[in-house]
C-alpha cells in the first residue's frame, strides 16, 4: 500500500531533549516536506526537499533540522526542544514539486 | 510573502445542499493548487489537484476552479452528504528559488446535518 509513515505517532518529552521524529514513503517521491498545525495559524511548512540533493526552509524552520541522505526518509530532528514546539506534525510527500501531495497520519509532540 | 485565505471559516448545511467554499491568495506566481479534506485526528487527503496552467479539475460530486490571476479557487461539492462533514484546506505552491513552499489557508469546517 502506498502511504507516508511517521513514528512516533504521539510523544510527550522535557525541554531540551534531542528527539527525532521520523518520516517514510515507498512511493519513490522525489518531493518530501514537514509541517506543523496549530490552532489559529493553520499548517504551517518547516523545511522541504525537493530531492536527495536539495533541502530548504520552509516558513518556521527555526528549532528544527532535516536529513535526506536517501530519496524515501526525511527525519525532522528537533535538538533542543522547547515548549513552544509542542504541536501536531506532519509530513508529507509527491511525485515532483508540482505532484499531488501525500500526507502521513501525524505526529502529536509534547514539549514540558 | 504568500497569503491564503479562506471563507467562510465554518459552515453548517442540510443534507442534500449544493455548497461553495472559496479559497483566495495573494501572489499568483504558483506550481498548482491543491484542495485537501482533514477529518479530526487525522492527516490530510488529498482531493483535488490544479495546476497553474489548468482552469478547474472535477472527481465525482466535487469540482474545483481555479483563476489565477485574480488568485482565488472554490471548491464545488454537489448534494452534499453527512460524510462530508470534514475540514476543508487549500494549499498553493508557490515559486522559490530552490524549489517550492507550500502555503496553506486555515481550512473551512464543514458540518452536514443529516
Known amino acids: 500500500e502506498a502511504q507516508v509513515t511517521q513514528n512516533p505517532r504521539y510523544l510527550i518529552t522535557v525541554t531540551g531533549k534531542k528527539l527525532t521524529v521520523t518520516c517514510s514513503q515507498n512511493?519513490?517521491?522525489?518531493?518530501m516536506s514537514w509541517y506543523r498545525q496549530d490552532p489559529g495559524l493553520g499548517l504551517r511548512q518547516i523545511y522541504y526537499?525537493?530531492?536527495?540533493?536539495?533541502?530548504d526552509k520552509g516558513d518556521v524552520p527555526e528549532g528544527y533540522k532535516v536529513s535526506r541522505k536517501e530519496k524515501r526518509n526525511f527525519p525532522l530532528i528537533l535538538e533542543s526542544p522547547s515548549p513552544n514546539q509542542t504541536s501536531l506534525y506532519f509530513c508529507?510527500?509527491?511525485?515532483?514539486?508540482?505532484?499531488?501531495?501525500?500526507f502521513g497520519e501525524g505526529s502529536r509532540l509534547t514539549v514540558l | 510573502k504568500q497569503e491564503v485565505t479562506q471563507i467562510p471559516a465554518a459552515l453548517s448545511v442540510p443534507e442534500g445542499e449544493n455548497l461553495v467554499l472559496n479559497c483566495s491568495f495573494t501572489?499568483?506566481?504558483?506550481?498548482?493548487l491543491q484542495w485537501f479534506r482533514q477529518d479530526p485526528g487525522k492527516g490530510l487527503t488529498s482531493l483535488l489537484l490544479?495546476?497553474?496552467?489548468?482552469r478547474e479539475q472535477t472527481s465525482g460530486r466535487l469540482n474545483a476552479s481555479l483563476d489565477k490571476s485574480s488568485g482565488r479557487s472554490t471548491l464545488y461539492i454537489a448534494a452534499s452528504q453527512p460524510g462530508d462533514s470534514a475540514t476543508y484546506l487549500c494549499?498553493?505552491?508557490?515559486?522559490?528559488?530552490?524549489?517550492?513552499?507550500?502555503?496553506f489557508g486555515e481550512g473551512t469546517q464543514l458540518t452536514v446535518n443529516p
Open positions: 512511493m519513490n517521491h522525489e518531493y
Open positions: 490544479i495546476q497553474s496552467s489548468q
Open positions: 501572489d499568483s506566481a504558483i506550481y498548482n
Open positions: 494549499a498553493v505552491a508557490g515559486y522559490q528559488t530552490s524549489g517550492s513552499r507550500l502555503t
Open positions: 508529507a510527500s509527491s511525485l515532483s514539486v508540482s505532484g499531488e501531495l501525500f
Open positions: 526537499s525537493m530531492n536527495v540533493e536539495v533541502t
